[in-house]
């Protein structure tokens, strides 16, 4: 809220008025044990714009039963009419993305949720690999920190980019990044031991010759149980599994050296340069050519 209290302050208009409300105006139980309570109810607070924030997850099972816990809030949702702008964040995107207002938009929400969304919400053009997607009606945006980037369009399209650029200076706020990097998903699994030792076999065995029996015997375990404890660990099937860890060193590879596509394929054993190109662009969301340029690291 002190971003929206900065924009009145720099522009000496009183622009925004932000209040914290909920279906009732009683104190709520959040995570962890700590308790808000709302300003008023939001039947009493005339709006133009709600935010829905992300609730405490650690899994999709736990998305579910936070869902599952919050049908108010969702039949509420689901009358919020088409006039007023809805934004959400992180795991909040679940309830917007129920409301079915983002069908045949753009929208994106953190990306451990990705098979879970595109599964519930085909007809949402997800773009897990942006911080933020949407319109002015119905903005999204990923990760806990989601509501920096929903204020800072908010911010951004109201007052003009000269007054938004004075508000950052007196805010101090990071740099805001356009987009995720796509295998931010796969980095965060580290540590994981048998994650680990699946990763250094997979990492060092050419693209043609990788198959589920050999990575399964250099864990001294069954393909079956090798699948089972994949989807446990991870919810992927191993064939996506093995598929980012190559694409991975692949985009490493495009973004710190100057070798070109087909020495990539060369070194990492794809034998279909364009089938490459194709896995490339399905997975990460971008063609080799546009990931090198988005996250090139520059030498100075």
Known sequence: MDFLKAANTVTGKNLFEAKLVGLSSSAVTCAHGVKITPESAIRDFDYDVLIIPGFWAWSVESVRRGVAANKNLQE??????????????????????????????????????????????????????????GDV??????????????????????VGSKAFAEIQKYLMTP??????????????????????QIRRFVEKTAVRDIRLSAV?????????????????????????????IKL?????????????VKEICDKLGFDDEAQFRKAFKRCVGLTPGEYKRKFQIRRV
């Open 76 to 133: 509420f949702l689901d009358r919020v009419p088409k006039k007023k702008s809805l934004y959400s964040y992180c795991t909040g995107s679940v309830f917007h993305a129920s409301t079915q207002r983002l069908s045949k938009k753009s929208a994106t929400a953190s990306w451990w949720l990705a098979q879970e969304l595109v599964g519930a919400f085909p007809k949402v053009q997800w773009q897990f690999n942006q911080i933020s997607a």
């Open 175 to 196: 740099v805001q990044f356009n987009a995720n990097n796509p295998f931010y998903e796969l980095e965060s699994l580290t540590g994981r031991e048998r994650l680990d």
């Open 137 to 158: 009606s119905d903005m999204t945006a990923a990760g806990a920190n989601g509501f920096y980037p929903l204020y800072s369009h908010l911010v951004s399209q109201t």
């Open 248 to 260: 991975k060193q692949a985009g490493a590879l495009l973004t710190s050296t100057e070798k070109s």
């Open 216 to 244: 399964a015997e250099s864990l001294g375990i069954s393909t079956k149980t090798l699948s089972r404890k994949l989807r446990e660990d991870v919810n992927w099937t191993p064939a996506r599994f093995f598929r980012m």
